[in-house]
């Protein structure tokens, strides 16, 4: 049997803050959805990737990490910081996230415009600065990720977000199985179902038992 992509989505968080003041939000918000847009358009991800936002706050984040644990077809989460992001406020959001987190970590811009630079573009394009904030909150939270390294528009950079995205369905399809082990006298009993427990604790698969008369 065909397994079905199209019953999943990836979503995609961009980080940013407000100190640079809201057009650079509006334009970090632009960029965000031009890059989902060729991400999907590229036909190289097996998921499509939906853009969620751009988050300038430690509710912001929370909410939409809250959400996407709900959220059936979402099986995970691509984080990218377009300006620097002050990783505090992503601490509560990513200690309740509970599916797969990818951390991207790209530059919206191929190249540097030495010509034109000034200081509204090193505000606005951040990235180097907001990636290492964020690697390294997710590292002090030791919170389990896949980072990707590598220009947005890439195929070596798609390649690897597809296969994190097919590992990552795979875990999600795993969340539903129905596992039975035949020949067990108690079912759901903690203290007595100790591979079952580790396997439900680490892998998420919950095993029920089937008596045999």
């Known amino acids: 049997m065909k397994f079905k992509f199209e ?7 961009t980080g940013a803050q407000l100190l ?21 358009d590229s036909g190289n991800l097996p998921v ?22 709900g959220d059936p077809k979402c ?3 691509i984080t990218w910081m377009h300006t620097f992001s002050p990783a505090k406020m992503w601490i509560h959001g990513l200690m309740d996230f509970k599916k797969p987190l990818l951390h991207l970590h ?23 600065h907001g990636d290492r904030e964020f690697g390294f909150i997710t590292s002090r939270l030791r919170k389990p990720r896949k980072v990707v390294v590598g220009y947005w528009k890439d195929k070596d950079t798609h390649a690897k977000i597809a ?9 999600a399809d795993a969340q539903d199985m129905r ?5 067990d006298n108690m079912n759901n009993v903690a203290v007595t179902d100790g591979d079952k427990v580790e396997a ?14």
Request: glycine share 8%.
């Open 7 to 13: 019953n999943y989505e990836v979503w995609f968080i």
């Open 20 to 40: 640079y003041g809201g057009d650079a939000v509006v334009k970090v918000d632009a960029h965000s959805n031009e890059m989902v847009k060729g991400l999907n």
């Open 48 to 69: 499509n990737v939906v853009y969620k936002g751009t988050a300038n706050s430690s509710a912001e984040i929370s909410e939409i990490m809250r959400a996407a644990n």
């Open 75 to 77: 099986i995970g989460m």
């Open 106 to 128: 790209t530059q919206y811009n191929e190249t540097i415009p030495w010509n034109e630079i000034d200081m509204d573009f090193m505000n606005l394009n951040q990235s180097a």
């Open 163 to 171: 296969t994190w995205m097919r590992v990552s369905a795979g875990w």
């Open 179 to 183: 596992i039975i082990r035949f020949g």
């Open 200 to 213: 439900e604790i680490r892998l998420g698969y919950h095993v029920d038992n089937a008596p045999i008369a």
